[in-house]
């Protein structure tokens, strides 16, 4: 009994975090990409602006919850809760440290990318319930999208779990003690890390909500409590692919000894996540949009391939016993 | 952009695209350490020129008169007509505006009343902090406007350059050898 106690202690307490963590990304979203553009960025509300986010989500809790007439009101209102759940959910899976972590299941991964395509109901939703043109070209767009980067995100993670055969993310970190699985599964990274990128629709790839062709995409007609939802989705997504990069490729909270004594494991965790976030920043900062067609046809005949090969080059290599976990 | 029609080629284009994205990201990585061009407005003051054109003023001349005539020819100018004005005589036989009334909530800055005024008394300053919580507040009477200096053009006296010829008691006397006055400005001249 007092275990459960224990365990939804530690589920409220992740998800206590992970929200604000979620809201405070948006302030040092704005701020690095002020830094990279030779601007300053959010600096007047709080030290240094830290307290941006705080006057962020008081103006959109202030602002009104407006639900279009013309809308399919059941699913416009749960669309973007879908799409919240799905992201946290994916963190129950999660290893933060040797000791904390939701749950250890065995099939972990496969957890993640079933919540992965979850979440993208809750835009296909969105884009149809709004019952707009540019939610539905959004929606359209996020369907297609997701459909096809699923696909070699699915098969760039089968390299990891081909060499440490295994499911459970625990199992998987653990297994990186030797040496992190980015030496061997560097184009599983490559590959997994752009398939994040579309799947969490961030820049480049956000073309559902691309807001010069789409005004704002799958969100057009979405206001207040709603949209803020699609915003914590969309960067607790950010968070959750560095969170999984990590995991999956630079071995977890693990660290080479001399560094590991420095600090304890659940701070090296968040430091190399905070380490990708910032990665996803500078993507969004540099790099342009491609055209709807060029990500389709980029997706299925160069990364597919490339993932394959790479499944291909990893079981050979481990069948001849060149590389081990 | 180059074919792609052979395999080779093909490939070539995928690791082009690939290194050009990497640089793109390098060379905005490479920001991080470059100074921010922000300046950071009410602490840190822009630089405006002096001949900035902004919050208009009423000048007087040297002996501390006021320049203004009241001859309208700002009023005239003003694109926006947001200048109005009454001239009157006073008992000295100078002309000076009755009341003088801007109203900057229309006011362009545009300096065409600074142009046109033929006794530099209506003159742009570079204050630009003209923002009021009550719109009322921003139509200056002649009293806001009128300042204790000379503006620009610190010896210009109106009366002073622009006499008339006379000719008293069969004496001639050409513009500006009168007592008190100077030879008249020359207008095509390009220095203020």
């Known amino acids: 009994m007092i275990e459960i106690l224990f365990k939804l202690l530690e589920i409220l307490l992740i998800i206590a975090l992970l929200i604000p963590i979620a809201a405070m990304l948006v302030w040092v979203e704005r701020r690095m990409i002020g830094i990279w553009q030779n601007r300053l960025g959010p600096n007047r509300v709080g030290p240094l602006g830290i307290l941006q986010s705080v006057a962020d989500l008081l103006k959109i809790l202030g602002k009104e919850d407006w639900v279009p007439p013309f809308s399919e009101r059941t699913v416009f209102v749960l669309a973007p809760v879908i799409g919240a759940v799905c992201v946290l959910m994916s963190f129950a899976v999660m290893p933060f440290s040797p000791t904390i972590g939701v749950s250890d299941l065995n099939i972990g991964l496969l957890f993640f990318l079933a919540m992965a395509s979850l979440a993208v109901y809750s835009v296909v939703l969105a884009g149809w319930a709004s019952n707009s043109k540019y939610a539905l070209l959004g929606g359209m767009r996020a369907a297609a999208q997701t459909v096809s980067y699923e696909v070699f995100m699915g098969l760039s993670v089968m390299g990891v779990v081909l060499l440490t055969g295994s499911f459970n993310l625990r199992e998987i970190v653990l297994a990186q003690q030797e040496g992190w699985l980015i030496e061997t599964q560097f184009v599983g990274f490559i590959i997994f890390l752009i398939a994040g990128i579309a799947e969490s629709h961030r820049l480049p790839f956000d073309l559902p909500e691309a807001e010069t062709e789409l005004t704002a995409g799958f969100h057009t007609e979405y206001s207040g409590l709603k949209f803020a939802l699609f915003f914590l989705g969309e960067y607790l997504g950010v968070t959750l692919i560095s969170a999984m990069s990590v995991v999956l490729f630079f071995g977890g909270w693990l660290m080479p000894e001399p560094l590991a004594s420095w600090l304890p494991p659940l701070v090296w965790f968040i430091l190399k996540v905070f380490f990708f976030v910032l990665f996803f920043i500078l993507l969004r900062t540099s790099l342009p949009r491609p055209r709807f067609d060029q990500l389709l046809s980029f997706g299925w005949k160069y990364m597919l391939p490339l993932a394959l090969l790479n499944l291909l080059v990893t079981a050979a290599l481990k069948l001849g016993g060149v590389i081990y976990a | ?192």
């Not at chain 2, 209506?122 to 719109?135: F, H, K, N």
């Open chain 2, 1 to 192: 952009m180059p074919s792609s029609n052979n395999k080779s080629g093909a490939f070539a284009l995928a690791l082009d695209m690939f290194f050009s994205q990497l640089r793109t990201m390098g060379l905005v990585l490479k920001q991080t350490f470059v100074k921010a061009d922000t300046v950071e407005y009410p602490e840190q003051k822009p630089y405006l020129a002096p001949r900035y054109r902004g919050r208009i003023v009423l000048t007087r001349d040297p002996d501390g008169e006021e320049r203004c005539v009241g001859c309208n020819l700002c009023a005239a100018a003003c694109p926006v007509d947001c200048i109005a004005l009454q001239q009157t005589i006073d008992d000295d036989g100078r002309k000076r505006a009755d009341f003088f009334r801007i109203n900057f909530s229309r006011c362009i800055l545009c300096g065409f009343c600074e142009e046109a005024c033929p006794t530099y008394a209506i003159q742009l300053t570079p204050d630009v902090e003209l923002a009021e919580y009550d719109r009322k507040n921003l139509v200056y009477e002649k009293q806001h406007l009128l300042i204790k200096g000379v503006g620009k053009y610190p010896d210009y006296s109106f009366y002073r350059y622009s006499g008339v010829e006379l000719d008293i008691n069969g004496q001639h006397k050409a513009k500006g050898q009168a007592k008190n006055e100077k030879p008249p400005v020359d207008i095509k001249g390009l220095m203020p």
